[in-house]
């Protein structure tokens, strides 16, 4: 067993690395420019929208208070002419860019300690490297991949969407997996 403190430095290293590797793929690949499409007539739909003085959140359309609404004559009617879909409602004003890496760095050492916390307590210090690689990899990937195809299942995004992000995931574990066989206690 090996304690998250002698793993600190594979944790940085590995949200560091991920961190880095995360900006090529999205900035200088620009294969995930087909995640999102414009909509039409979008500045008649965005003003519409403002009318409507909608708060940051997240909205289904068409609504239903409950099941037994979600099956009534009128709701089907109003599925079956769509659209159907969910919204999400940012805060107006510019994106905060800075915040948001942040957050996502955050979010990269935050499974770089799962992925600490699994491999120290399954691994031993000496362990080799390709299987240090392969229990570190392996949580990483969970954490940055899997998650995306529950998002194809009820929220609709497309299976094109999650197939890129599964890739991505799939780049993210093993590049973490890697920074952890590299580093491991020996």
């Given at each position: 067993m090996v304690s998250l403190l002698a793993l600190w430095l594979p944790i940085v290293v590995a949200a560091v690395l991920v961190f880095l590797v995360s900006s090529v793929l999205h900035m200088a690949l620009?294969?995930?420019?087909?995640?999102?499409?414009?909509?039409?007539?979008?500045?008649?739909?965005l003003d519409a929208m403002r009318g409507e003085d909608l708060v940051p959140g997240y909205y289904f359309f068409p609504w239903a208070s409950d099941m037994k609404e979600m099956s009534s004559p009128a709701m089907l009617e109003k599925q079956k002419r769509g659209p159907v879909g969910m919204l999400t409602v940012r805060p107006s004003g510019a994106t905060n860019m800075a915040a948001h890496l942040g957050l996502w760095f955050g979010f990269s050492l935050v499974v770089s300690v799962f992925a600490a916390y699994i491999a120290g307590r399954t691994l031993v210090v000496g362990a080799p490297y390709l299987t240090v690689f392969?229990?570190?990899?392996?949580?990483?990937?969970?954490?940055?991949g899997l998650g995306e195809i529950s998002d194809s299942i009820w929220k609709g995004q497309p299976w094109s969407n999650?197939?890129?992000?599964?890739f991505d995931g799939l780049v993210y574990g093993l590049v973490t997996g890697g920074a952890f066989g590299w580093l491991w206690p020996r």
């Open positions: 620009k294969y995930h420019r087909a995640d999102y499409k414009k909509l039409p007539r979008e500045s008649a739909i392969r229990v570190a990899g392996a949580v990483a990937f969970m954490a940055y999650t197939l890129r992000a599964l």
